[in-house]
């Protein structure tokens, strides 16, 4: 029985780079020979989970799923997974595990000593304690997202004054924050180019895991870049870092950037789960082959 998906593609979504992934991950999927069913990208319409899956059959077996689409709330995300775990489907990743890997204040503990140093804010009172002990200048995100796209300056706090502003831009937007802040101590990457927005574009990758196997590596940037290709020993060290990373997360299907500063030295970036993840430039017919296989091993085929 093939690897079922649980897609959220859909021409009626205004294009973006995030739909155009899940679109062309969508038709890769199909054109391996997964069972794809469309699911909506919210609970808009359709309500709640049983009628979001209402059209998918039950497995007569467990059968292992994966969703392609945009972040949940955690909620969307359990009750997906419980409807879809009652059909017999059973997804990658838990919901306690989703969270675990796409929210980074769950994921930080865990992967201490491997990515700067970080704190979380949940109120601005608590602004100057941060600036007291991580020092300044700070990059700021939200626990699911930051607001790079808007460039620099909507992420780096250089003064409390703008440690306060930037963390209230992101607790009002809840689908980034979450409520919660990542003030971390800012580092520099190699890089060349930056965006037309002023963010550097860092020599970064992504790497997605699956039970401490990369089934997945891929620059993290679009485009072509001096930077982009790595040594043997280069790839050695990211898929060393991203193994060990990984490992310490204890969530079987990972999604690990990793980063290289200035001083050539490799740190972790961020962590997600690989249902939500761009691809960025992970060749996507060899990631899906791997999938693939995933669901023959764990089946015993």
Not at 204 to 215: A, D, G, L, S, T
Request: glycine share 6%; aromatic share 8%; with cysteine.
């Amino acid at each position: 029985m093939s690897m079922l998906v649980l897609s959220e593609a859909s021409d009626r979504i205004p294009p973006s780079a995030s739909s155009r992934d899940i679109k062309a991950v969508t038709e890769i999927a199909k054109l391996l020979g997964c069972r794809v069913y469309y699911i909506p990208q919210d609970f808009t319409i359709c309500e709640t989970a049983e009628n979001a899956l209402f059209h998918i059959p039950k497995q007569e077996r467990e059968t292992l799923g994966v969703w392609i689409g945009y972040i949940p709330t955690p909620e969307r995300y359990t009750a997906i997974y419980n409807e879809a775990l009652r059909k017999n489907i059973r997804l990658l990743n838990t919901p306690e595990e989703h969270l675990t890997v796409q929210e980074f204040d769950r994921a930080y503990p865990k992967i201490l000593n491997l990515t700067p140093e970080s704190m979380t804010i949940t109120d601005l009172a608590q602004c100057q304690e941060v600036v007291s002990k991580l020092g300044l200048p700070l990059f700021v995100k939200g626990t699911v997202q930051s607001r790079k796209a808007r460039g620099w300056k909507a992420c780096v706090a250089n003064t409390l004054a703008e440690l306060e502003i930037l963390s209230q831009q992101l607790l009002n937007l809840e689908n980034r924050s979450r409520g919660r802040i990542i003030a971390r101590k800012l580092v520099k990457l190699r890089h060349v180019r930056s965006t037309p927005e002023g963010f550097p574009l860092g020599r970064e990758y992504r790497v997605f895991v699956y039970q401490q196997k990369v089934i997945g590596c891929g620059y993290y940037w679009e485009g072509e870049d001096p930077l982009k290709k790595l040594s043997t020993s280069e790839e050695s060290k990211v898929i060393e870092l991203a193994l060990n990373a990984a490992k310490r997360l204890e969530v079987p299907y990972s999604a690990i950037d990793i980063g290289q500063l200035e001083d050539e030295k490799w740190i972790v970036i961020e962590t997600g789960d690989p249902q939500f993840s761009g691809v960025s430039q992970i060749p996507l017919l060899q990631l899906w082959n791997e999938i693939i296989k995933i669901d023959k091993n764990d089946c015993g085929i």
